[in-house]
């Protein structure tokens, strides 16, 4: 069940059950092998007007956007800052910078896992040749890791929470 309180006919719900029909793979091209088991507790939508309008700007300038969802695991700790004020791929990091500056997300959650066990976030990301990385894709073509240096490419949609009582969530 998720921790959103919403009525029948809601789009939110909807939308959740997007989030969490990606995270086990659902409809996906995904290898069955690499799909995720650890159980969401909670969802959490974001809302994030600055974001979005600034995500909304980029995707204007591009004449056929292609966008994917993609996951990053953080502590709990960090889940607040991000919503408020997006990933900055500047920012110095706690896991390194194997494969240079930007953010790192991945196509499949359980890589994202790695990096934090409580919570991860759901971001679209639109992919521009030559504004980011693809490493080590798979015979599918997704990817362990995407590295992206430009906020304007990436907005958080979804948190997936793992604990029964997670933190709470504001609307930005």
Same mark, same amino acid.
């Given at each position: 069940?998720?921790?959103?309180?919403?009525?029948?006919?809601?789009?939110?719900?909807?939308?959740?059950? %997007?989030?969490?029909?990606?995270?086990?793979?659902?409809?996906?091209?995904?290898?069955?092998?690499?799909?995720?088991?650890?159980?969401?507790?909670?969802?959490?939508?974001?809302?994030?007007?600055?974001?979005?309008?600034?995500?909304?700007?980029?995707?204007?300038?591009? %004449?056929?956007?292609?966008?994917?969802?993609?996951?990053?695991?953080?502590?709990?700790?960090?889940?607040?800052?991000?919503?408020?004020?997006?990933?900055?791929?500047?920012?110095?990091?706690?896991?390194?910078?194997?494969?240079?500056?930007?953010?790192?997300?991945?196509?499949?959650?359980?890589?994202?896992?790695?990096?934090?066990?409580?919570?991860?976030?759901?971001?679209?990301?639109?992919?521009?040749?030559?504004?980011?990385? %693809?490493?080590?894709?798979?015979?599918?073509?997704?990817?362990?890791?995407?590295?992206?240096?430009?906020?304007?490419?990436?907005?958080?949609?979804?948190?997936?929470?793992?604990?029964?009582?997670?933190?709470?969530?504001?609307?930005?």
């Amino acid at each position: 069940s998720s921790g959103i309180n919403a009525e029948y006919g809601d789009p939110r719900v909807e939308l959740v059950g %997007k989030a969490i029909a990606a995270y086990k793979g659902d409809n996906s091209k995904r290898p069955i092998s690499r799909r995720n088991t650890k159980e969401i507790k909670n969802v959490g939508i974001v809302h994030n007007k600055r974001c979005e309008a600034q995500y909304r700007h980029r995707q204007e300038q591009l %004449k056929e956007p292609y966008e994917i969802f993609a996951y990053h695991a953080t502590a709990k700790e960090n889940v607040g800052s991000i919503l408020e004020m997006n990933l900055d791929p500047h920012r110095s990091v706690v896991h390194g910078r194997a494969y240079g500056d930007g953010c790192y997300f991945s196509e499949y959650p359980e890589f994202s896992l790695k990096y934090g066990q409580d919570c991860m976030l759901v971001f679209r990301l639109l992919l521009i040749e030559g504004k980011y990385q %693809k490493i080590q894709p798979d015979e599918a073509g997704f990817c362990e890791q995407l590295v992206l240096n430009d906020a304007n490419l990436f907005k958080p949609v979804f948190v997936l929470w793992f604990i029964e009582d997670p933190p709470a969530c504001f609307n930005f």
